[in-house]
């Protein structure tokens, strides 16, 4: 494998060099100014050669239809895969909204009416940020998100809108979600139900999931970008506008 690399990367220097020469003598001819372009490349001089070279990031390759013997398959789980890629980013910055709202609500909001109506100043800002968001979301996709939030916040989507709201809404909600034969009340449960998504978080977090992702899709991730993870709401206190 070292011998394959060296090979390459002499062929790259050997190229530059050729590229290089070519240019200088066209220039010379023609009596036009050289302008160096691209990148200067490292090199080292042994015994009077000088032998360039460059790094190379690394990747994971794998042959078409390998098998994951470990973690199985998952080409034919590519659909689980594309929705985790794109709605994860959502439950960590919704964690870390989440514990913004509770310290700020802990340390500044000591009256029922200041906590209501900084939890709707909140609702309002989260609907401005994420509603086009959620709105180009699938059915699983939105379904993927639910347990990720649950994941993350310790708090299964009926508790969260319980706590946050009322336990009307929560009910509510759990009617709405019957219909389309979800539960708000289900836990996340990472040996169960949610075992293969609970894979993919440690892949997240181990950060290889570049990699990953580009083993069963061939090719780079596209990257969910998160307008922002804090919050700007205020509790409002009496005689402030």
């Known amino acids: 494998m070292k011998k394959i690399v060296v090979i390459i990367v002499a062929l790259m220097a050997l190229g530059t060099l050729a590229r290089a020469q070519s240019q200088d003598a066209r220039s010379a001819i023609s009596g036009a100014a050289h302008t160096p372009k691209g990148f200067p490349m490292y090199f080292e001089v042994h015994e009077g050669d000088t032998v360039f070279f460059d790094t190379i990031d690394p990747i994971w390759v794998f042959p078409r239809g390998r098998g994951f013997k470990k973690s199985g398959d ?99 909600w759990q009617i709405v979600a019957k219909l389309f034969s979800q539960d708000l009340k289900a836990r996340y449960d990472p040996k169960g139900r949610d075992a293969r998504t609970e894979e993919l978080v440690k892949i997240w977090d181990s950060g290889q999931w570049d990699q990953f992702y580009y083993s069963v899709f061939w090719e780079s991730p596209k990257k969910t970008v998160i307008k922002t993870d804090r919050l700007k709401s205020q509790v409002k206190k009496k005689g402030k506008k």
């Not at 964690?95 to 009416?113: E, L, N, P, W, Y």
């Not at 609702?123 to 979301?137: A, G, H, V, Y």
């Not at 379904?143 to 993350?152: A, C, G, N, Y």
């Open 74 to 172: 998952w080409r034919k789980e590519y659909r689980l895969v594309y929705n985790f890629n794109k709605v994860y980013p959502y439950a960590l910055a919704g964690r870390k909204m989440m514990a913004q709202v509770d310290s700020t609500i802990a340390a500044d909001a000591s009256k029922r009416s200041q906590r209501t109506q900084y939890i709707n100043q909140v609702e309002r800002e989260l609907l401005s940020l994420f509603t086009d968001d959620i709105k180009n979301m699938t059915t699983s996709q939105g379904v993927l998100l639910m347990r990720l939030i649950d994941r993350e916040c310790d708090m299964s989507a009926f508790n969260i809108i319980k706590d946050y709201e009322s336990g009307f809404a929560a009910n509510f």
